[in-house]
């Protein structure tokens, strides 16, 4: 493995890679672990070797990678604050947002082989966690559907409107509705922390969810 | 029970910190090498921990049990091992013939909706400690001893070839060839795809069978998987299936990436019983995984045929016909179109139509000259057909066929295909289309 340098290959996008690798595999099982969509249509998949539920509809899963797909461009320049996953119910109304905060350093170091699988490592337990979330969180109403919310910096808000990253897949401001929840309950999941990345996980659930 | 003291209690409330604050998966396997105890003094802790908390009626917790023995099947007796949770567990257990042996697997807080988190538990606490992993294991072997670098150097060469072998035929007993092709829904291919092409890694999945995934799926280690085309082997035939073990046995010793120290104790627990027990317990255990290979066979065919109906469908849209409506046809018809829709459009609508319930048929009958720009044209009359109901002026087919046989010589060809479907005008379209050839 090459050893990778600021000069040698665009730091930043590698990691936005790793991170949006990440991303998706965690959308996917937070979809799963949730009860958004039918258990059905998930199928297991291998990621970091272990064991995660990917789902299988086409379409679900293009607006996931087109959703990525057009935060990468954000988080290689250290812009995305936060990602959010808002699952809503039927009239929507937030009832839990899992948040993903991003933050790299700004001097990224040199790093070595070791470097990525602590990564990996760091990364699995992320999924572990998320995959037993429903200790600590109260179940959801039926029929619940889920958007995804990036936080980031006005500057970057008009270049994502000026180049459409993906035709037909326009972003837009979030409402306040699907920004602020009433009576939040704090979950804390999970915190990584490495040398190319700080990624905390945390739920903010509503108290009543019915 | 003799764990009643205070060294005991102080392990439980390490449980209870772990499973409750925490908000672990603890299996008995990462709590033995956590705390560095037995596995079977972790079971039992579990147990107990398990027990303690029930009679409380604190928190909620959940738990997963594995259960090994015999079982029948169909008239077929296998030995299972599974991971059950705690309400299938009796259920289970009642389908047993002979339980061999009922422990606790793990205890947690969160209701596992999978299995897939109890395999991540143990993946890193095994990592960790790769090279002792079986120190506190119940699984022994005596035969089981690390090579000397002189027989592994000696086993350089042998296993490349042996492996071979093995790649080409584990996904076609598994059930499934390729899973690139298709849009791999049949779960089983899936594995069977990742295992041929993961061989030298450890894509370990869960070591046991469960019967709580509703789709039927087996995780399977890779050395289970090899182990399982040795039974394959064995069931058309007693021949090698005892020297292949051993190559594979030792093959695996000498994987370069970590494994998991359970498969392979596993693979070597199996191989035991291969060399002690007759060969019919060996048949009936592939019996039953056949059952399951056929399953997944029978979604391959349905897979084939997903896959030519898909083809099917573009073919009349290539058609020039407008008249004609592209009804959905008889499979055996179209798949032989379907190579070939670029050389020929213009010969389709004519194979299309005879499928069609309406009939029509549209004779082409072309004459042929070579004009003044040395290019041969074809120039199609029409004529009725006589089993053809209607006959509705297509008249601007031939015309734009004209108009596309002016260009180039690969005309000709469109041109004597189309001669010789006049002669099979009479007949089904299937054998005009083989005529052409």
Avoid at chain 1, 85 to 90: A, F, G, P, Q
Avoid at chain 1, 134 to 145: I, Q
Avoid at chain 2, 267 to 272: I, N, W
Wanted: proline fraction near 6%.
């Amino acid at each position: 493995m090459t050893t990778l340098t600021r000069q040698d290959l665009n730091f930043g996008q590698v990691v936005a890679d790793i991170l949006c690798e990440f991303l998706e595999v965690a959308i996917h099982l937070i979809l799963y672990v949730r009860e958004v969509y039918p258990s059905g249509i998930f199928q297991k998949r291998k990621k970091y070797n272990v064991p995660v539920q990917m789902s299988c509809h086409p379409e679900l899963n293009q607006y996931i990678q087109d959703t990525l797909h057009c935060i990468k461009p954000l988080i290689e320049k250290n812009d995305a604050e936060k990602v959010v996953v808002v699952i809503m119910d039927k009239e929507h109304h937030p009832v839990e947002r899992f948040v993903f905060e991003i933050s790299q350093p700004p001097l990224l170091s040199i790093s070595s082989d070791t470097l990525l699988s602590h990564v990996e490592q760091l990364l699995r337990a992320f999924i572990l966690k998320i995959s037993v979330c429903d200790a600590v969180l109260n179940n959801n109403p039926p029929e619940c559907s889920f958007t995804v919310l990036v936080h980031t910096r006005n500057s970057a808000m008009r270049n994502m409107e000026k180049v459409q990253v993906i035709k037909d897949f326009p972003w837009i401001v979030a409402d306040e509705q699907e920004v602020h929840m009433q009576e939040p309950r704090l979950i804390p999941l999970k915190t990584l922390t490495s040398d190319i990345v700080k990624m905390q996980l945390y739920v903010e659930e509503r108290a009543q969810k019915m | 029970m003799q764990l009643l003291n205070k060294m005991d209690e102080l392990y439980l409330d390490n449980i209870d910190e772990y499973v409750n604050d925490h908000d672990k998966i603890v299996t008995y396997k990462w709590l033995s090498l956590t705390l560095g105890v037995h596995v079977n003094t972790a079971k039992q802790m579990l147990y107990h921990y398990l027990d303690h908390k029930r009679k409380e009626s604190s928190a909620q917790l959940h738990a997963t049990y594995f259960v090994s023995g015999k079982c029948v099947d169909n008239g077929h007796t296998s030995h299972k091992a599974s991971v059950v949770r705690e309400e299938q567990l009796e259920e289970f257990k009642s389908k047993m013939s002979l339980i061999v042996s009922v422990h606790v697997y793990s205890v947690q807080k969160a209701l596992l909706r999978d299995s897939g988190p109890l395999y991540a538990v143990d993946y890193d606490a095994v990592k960790d400690n790769l090279l002792s992993c079986s120190k506190y294991s119940a699984i022994r072997c005596s035969s089981a001893v690390p090579m000397s670098s002189v027989e592994r150097n000696a086993q350089q060469a042998p296993p490349p070839p042996v492996l071979e072998p093995q790649q080409s035929k584990k996904p076609s007993t598994n059930g499934d060839t390729t899973s690139k092709a298709r849009p791999a829904k049949s779960i089983m291919g899936m594995f069977a795809g990742k295992a041929a092409v993961a061989k030298s890694q450890d894509g370990g999945k869960e070591v046991k069978s469960e019967p709580q995934e509703a789709a039927a799926e087996v995780d399977v280690p890779k050395g289970k998987a090899s182990a399982k085309f040795n039974h394959m082997m064995n069931f058309f035939g007693n021949q090698s299936m005892k020297k292949q073990e051993k190559p594979v046995k030792e093959e695996e010793e000498v994987a370069v990436e970590s494994s998991l120290a359970e498969p392979r104790q596993l693979e070597k627990v199996q191989g035991e019983k291969v060399t002690t027990e007759p060969p019919k317990y060996n048949k009936k255990d592939s019996r039953s995984k056949t059952k399951r290979l056929q399953s997944s066979d029978s979604e391959e065919d349905k897979m084939e045929k997903k896959k030519r109906r898909r083809i099917k469908k573009p073919v009349p849209d290539s058609s020039e016909d407008e008249d004609v409506i592209p009804d959905s046809p008889p499979p055996v018809a179209m798949r032989e179109t379907s190579p070939a829709p670029t050389m020929e459009p213009a010969s389709h609508p004519g194979l299309s139509e005879t499928t069609k319930i309406r009939k029509r048929r549209r004779v082409l009958k072309s004459r042929t000259f070579v004009d003044e720009e040395d290019c041969i044209v074809t120039e199609k009359g029409y004529e009725s057909e006589s089993y053809s109901e209607d006959e509705s002026a297509t008249k601007q087919a031939p015309t734009k066929n004209q108009a596309k046989t002016k260009t180039s010589a690969s005309n000709e060809k469109k041109s004597q295909k189309k001669t010789t479907e006049n002669k099979a005008t009479k007949q089904a379209s299937i054998m005009g289309f083989f005529q052409k050839k």
